[in-house]
Nanobody, 129 residues
Framework: LRCSCRRWGGLVQAGGSLRLSCAAS????????IGWFRQAPGKQREGVSC????????????SVKGRFTTSGDGAELKDNVIVYLQMNNLKREDTATYYC??????????????????WGKGTLVTVSS
């Protein structure tokens, strides 16, 4: 099982948009959760959104509700899926390294990062004023 960011972050002005994508392969048929996390300099890693194979999107952080949207490519029942994080109306406080991660199993601890089993490499998103 592996997951990796396919669309890298970058520099964007406040109020702008960016879409990240995460490709996960080798997913188990019995269940998984894909989460987006971020870590700003000097801060702890926090969960941004979580999407379960069976239940769809199950979590958004309060700080991103109404601005960020997580979605899949429609292949959630297969063992390879691409999950997107659409980020709109970006704010300076969204500046962070973003990670996607996979939690294996039917249950989910997401957005608790300690429950995630596999992590993709992070990608830096910088929002300028």
């Amino acid at each position: 099982l592996r997951c990796s960011c396919r669309r890298w972050g970058g520099l964007v002005q406040a109020g702008g948009s960016l879409r990240l994508s995460c490709a996960a392969s080798g997913l188990p048929f019995y269940g998984y959760t894909i989460g987006w996390f971020r870590q700003a300099p000097g801060k702890q890693r926090e969960g941004v959104s979580c999407m379960s194979k069976t239940d769809g999107v199950i979590y958004y952080a309060d700080s991103v509700k109404g601005r960020f949207t997580t979605s899949g490519d429609g292949a959630e029942l297969k063992d390879n899926v691409i999950v997107y994080l659409q980020m709109n109306n970006l704010k300076r406080e969204d500046t962070a390294t973003y990670y996607c991660a996979v939690e294996v199993g039917r249950g989910s601890m997401c957005p608790n990062s300690r429950g995630m089993d596999y992590w993709g490499k992070g990608t830096l998103v910088t929002v300028s004023s």
